[in-house]
């Protein structure tokens, strides 16, 4: 059974940089062909993807955060972080960490999700 987890601080001041981790288990993130994303749902709103770093360690983002946007992971630990930058409140969403297995958006596996409001 493959779990993934999100971590990371639940409040973040305006202009600051968002970071989160998803840890996984159950599966290695370097399992070929699988893309370990990040999505968000800002209150009353859809789902918005963001990005993926994919087994071989390549990463995509969505082209309205890219500027903003920085994946990265940590094989020893099983690990993939999400740092968003220059924050404003509109980044207020509840973020999840995702297994993608297609690489075109079709998930599998996602964790619980994690709150993250973006306040002074």
């Known amino acids: 059974q493959v779990q993934l987890q999100e971590s990371g601080p639940g409040l973040v001041k305006p202009s600051q940089t968002l970071s989160l981790t998803c840890t996984v288990s159950?599966?290695?993130?370097?399992?070929?062909?699988?893309?370990w994303s990040w999505i968000r749902q800002p209150p009353g709103k859809g789902l918005e993807w963001i990005g993926y770093?994919?087994?071989?360690?390549?990463?995509y983002y969505s082209p309205s955060l890219k500027s903003r946007t920085s994946m990265s992971r940590d094989t020893s630990k099983n690990q993939f972080t999400l740092q968003l930058t220059s924050v404003t409140p509109e980044d207020t969403a509840v973020y999840y960490c995702a297994r993608d297995f297609t690489g075109l958006g079709y998930y599998d596996y996602w964790g619980q999700g994690t709150q993250v409001t973006v306040s002074s």
């Open positions: 770093i994919g087994y071989s360690g390549s990463t």
């Open positions: 159950g599966d290695s993130i370097t399992t070929n062909y699988y893309y």
